[in-house]
């Protein structure tokens, strides 16, 4: 899936993914999220972006959790 709104430059945040023309991080729509607000709450803290953008870098997170691959080891003490 191609994504409109979520770019990574490696000259912003390291990488980070971000939502395009911003410096605002993926991770950071998903902290304030988790903090109770609401994507109506972030697109107004920061009115540049587009609500559209916020909904789809919570698509972008879930895309790459869906990716995730857990291995599980046991270790000797």
């Known amino acids: 899936m191609e994504f409109q709104y979520i770019v990574s430059d490696p000259e912003i945040l390291s990488g ?7 410096h605002i991080s ?3 729509i998903l902290e304030w999220l988790a903090s109770g607000a609401s994507i109506k709450d972030i ?18 997170a879930s895309r790459w959790m869906e990716n995730e691959i857990i291995i599980e080891t046991k270790v000797r003490a």
């Open 26 to 28: 993926v991770q950071l």
């Open 16 to 22: 980070k993914p971000i939502i395009k023309g911003s």
């Open 43 to 60: 697109v107004e803290e920061f009115p540049h972006l587009p609500y559209e953008g916020v909904q789809e870098a919570v698509l972008y």
